[in-house]
């Protein structure tokens, strides 16, 4: 089956059917701490999120919390909010997402909301969140958060929010601020969901120690008794090319009896690709096909088609390839990104291209992330022409100037030698009102790199840690060795000074892992860095990404 336009859908009406869904009631005197105030202090600058319960009279307990999933919690609000009329969700989101000043926040458009005299329901505001943390606009999704906690009369906060905003909080402001989040928490309220958050964040950092210490915690809690705990392990293992630890966590699950999942078998796929093991990771395939309880999805064939086009068996990839295609459903757009992005790896331009155009027919707009896919894939098959059809086509209609869009034709004008295309190109970005960030820099130190002009390159460096987003950003390290190594060559001193400098800025000196990948300082000492040779356990930091759907569990 091939895929075909559908007509786009508007978002069923919640409301039709939401007065059944189940709740979970906590029966506990520790729940009236939830309001004490607990959560008010904090390290970082988001307010914490009151837990407020629902208080009900009954003859034997005069408390309980009811704790619904996010899609099951709706609206909280007096008679005469409920009165205020309704909103599209997803015209909030938009305004939120296409904020000409970040500084603003997501708390501004919520205001003038109210202002209007619209209402804005707990559902409304939760869709809002997954569809802000699904583009990674997290900064913006925690605000929308901190909005709620700060009408706490209106919305409930759940054991379910309070998982997604720790995992906000890691992404926003960093691992220190979501364990202090953690510890702040009452005992009471640490469910499943919340430790299998700091879980995720731990491994998505690449914290070993952490994350094996707290699934043990998981473990004794009885927390670790479903597949999800061992799928966030078996990434982290994967990640760490640990695959010998990831197969012992598959004996573990089938010694407990507790039943594996699509997302562990999907990413037991990815292990086996990862090494190699064609035939391997085909018997796994044979086992997920075999089990009653499994349909495997299309991430499934897109994990295989990746393996195979890596290893050049392009006949098994096609297949896959068709597979994914006869389970795209719903509104879904991530599958099309996918079909892109890997027929542009497997060089057939023609299907990137009929994938692209039946992408188009199904949908009203086009994301950035659209355009990028197709852009990057055409690139890939060096479809230069095609490409830069789109890149206009994109001009025209773009939400919002994304740089990296702009930094796929600049980087292939870059390493086809045409640094002059590459430079007009950058001057009609700034023209447009774009604006360069940290890698639109690095990828112009590159071409600096190649012809030996270590000041610019150096420059271009330096003005990628001052770009927007750039506290993310570290050189790659593979530009850094080759700056050394023209340094050595040249006895230049103060260059390689100046680079260092930026690398100590950056905080890379005292990573690492990120040190590690730049044999020339190795075992080197260097004021205010570590020595590689010194500690070689590896950093904490760093990221990696789950599989998508792991992540939609939060």
């Known amino acids: 089956m091939i895929l075909q336009p559908t007509t786009p859908k508007p978002p069923p009406n919640y409301h039709h059917h939401h007065h059944h869904h189940n709740q979970i009631h906590l029966f506990s005197p520790n729940t009236l701490s939830f309001s004490s105030g607990l959560l008010q202090n904090s390290a970082f600058s988001v307010k914490q999120p009151p837990i407020v319960p629902a208080i009900c009279n009954t003859h034997r307990n005069p408390l309980f919390v009811a704790c619904s999933s996010i899609s099951q919690v709706h609206s909280y609000g007096t008679l005469d909010y409920e009165r205020r009329p309704m909103l599209n969700w997803n015209a909030v989101y938009k305004q939120i997402s296409m904020l000409d000043d970040p ?98 964040v731990y ?80 018997e796994v395939f044979e086992l997920m096909s075999a089990d009653p309880a499994i349909n495997p999805n299309w991430t499934t064939f897109s994990t295989m088609a990746t393996v195979y086009i890596k290893l050049g068996h392009l006949e098994k990839a096609e297949d896959c390839l068709k597979k994914i295609e006869s389970r795209v459903t719903g509104r879904d757009r991530l599958p099309y990104h996918y079909l892109i992005s890997l027929y542009g790896s497997a060089h057939n331009k023609d299907e990137v291209y009929r994938v692209w155009n039946l992408y188009k027919a199904s949908f009203f707009n086009i994301p950035n992330l659209g355009y990028h896919t197709v852009i990057s894939a055409l690139a890939r098959t060096d479809e230069m022409e095609g490409a830069e059809k789109i890149y206009d086509e994109w001009l025209s209609v773009k939400s919002f100037f994304d740089p990296r869009i ?15 295309k590459a430079e007009t190109m950058f001057g009609q970005m700034i023209e447009a009102g774009g604006k360069p960030n940290s890698m639109t820099w690095e990828i112009f130190a590159e071409d600096h790199i190649r012809n030996t002009r270590i000041s610019e390159a150096l420059s271009c460096l330096n003005s990628a840690t001052l770009a ?30 100046a680079l260092l400098a930026i690398l100590r800025r950056m905080g890379c000196l005292n990573d690492v892992a990120y040190m590690s990948y730049i044999p020339m300082l190795s075992g080197e000492r260097i004021p205010g860095g570590v020595s590689v040779a010194e500690d070689s356990d590896g950093g904490d930091d760093g990221t990696f990404g789950l599989l998508n759907e792991l992540q939609e569990t939060l």
């Open 203 to 282: 491994a998505r950092s690449r914290m070993r120690e952490k994350s094996e210490s707290l699934m043990d915690i998981m473990r004794s809690k009885g927390y670790a008794s479903h597949a999800l705990p061992f799928n966030v392990m078996m990434t982290l293992y994967m990640n760490l090319k640990d695959h010998e630890k990831l197969e012992s966590l598959i004996s573990e699950l089938k010694e407990k009896n507790i039943a594996l999942d699509i997302y562990t078998y999907n990413i037991w796929l990815s292990s086996c690709g990862a090494k190699g093991a064609v035939e391997k990771m085909e």
């Open 406 to 420: 702009t930094n796929i034709l600049l980087s292939s004008y870059v390493r086809k030698g045409l640094s002059q």
């Open 468 to 497: 927007d987003g750039s506290k993310n950003w570290r050189p790659n390290p593979s530009n850094v060795s080759s700056i050394l190594k023209i340094c050595e060559q040249q006895a230049d001193v103060a260059s390689k000074d």
């Open 103 to 200: 500084k603003l926040g997501s708390a501004s458009v919520l205001n003038q909301v109210e202002n209007d005299d619209k209402r804005l329901t707990k559902w409304e505001l939760c869709r809002i969140v997954k569809e802000l943390r699904k583009f990674k606009r997290f900064k913006y999704a925690l605000e929308v958060y901190d909005w709620m906690n700060n009408r706490a009369e209106r919305y409930r906060i759940t054991t379910s929010d309070t998982a997604i905003q720790l995992d906000l909080i890691a992404k926003v402001h960093g691992i220190a601020s979501a364990e202090h989040y953690f510890l702040k928490l009452p005992d009471a309220l640490k469910d499943k969901r919340i430790y299998g958050s700091l879980l995720n």
